[in-house]
């Protein structure tokens, strides 16, 4: 059963992971779209579709399965674990802070610009590394 969590956790993981990384680079081109025009509409509808169809289930199955495997491997104890669970609450919190910003593009409210869009997208993926790294080499 274990390599099934696994497995199952994994492909969770990436799929929350290409949402994540994908729903700021559409804020950056929103960001550039006049509010009202067919662009901006469509962008909508492209940034809530992403959030409620794929981050948001990935997100669930991700914690679902990653919480299982913690408790059924016993890594729930390891410091390691302590570690990436830490950088997982945040990247979760990150995913709260872009879901409301999909609120706030659909409301036509979006009061930052693309370049806090274009550094935002970075963070997703040093939290990646990080997590990753946790997981494989298990430093402590």
């Not at 802070?97 to 999909?102: D, N, P």
Request: hydrophobic share 55%; with cysteine; aromatic share 16%.
């Amino acid at each position: 059963m274990y390599d099934w969590l696994k497995a199952f956790h994994v492909i969770a993981v990436i799929a929350w992971m290409a949402g994540m990384l994908y729903l700021p680079r559409l804020f950056v081109y929103h960001c550039d779209a006049e509010p009202g025009s067919k662009q901006s509409e469509t962008f909508k509808v492209m940034e809530r579709r992403l959030l409620k169809v794929i981050i948001n289930p990935a997100m669930i199955a991700t914690w679902v399965f990653g919480l299982w495997l913690a408790y059924d491997s016993g890594f729930y104890r390891a410091g390691w674990f302590h570690a990436k669970f830490a950088l997982v609450i945040v990247l979760s919190t990150l995913h709260g802070f872009l879901s409301r910003a999909v609120k706030d593009f659909a409301a036509d409210r979006n009061r930052r610009n693309a370049k806090f869009y274009r550094i935002i997208n970075e963070v997703p993926a040093v939290l990646m590394a990080a997590i990753v790294i946790l997981v494989i080499v298990k430093p402590f």
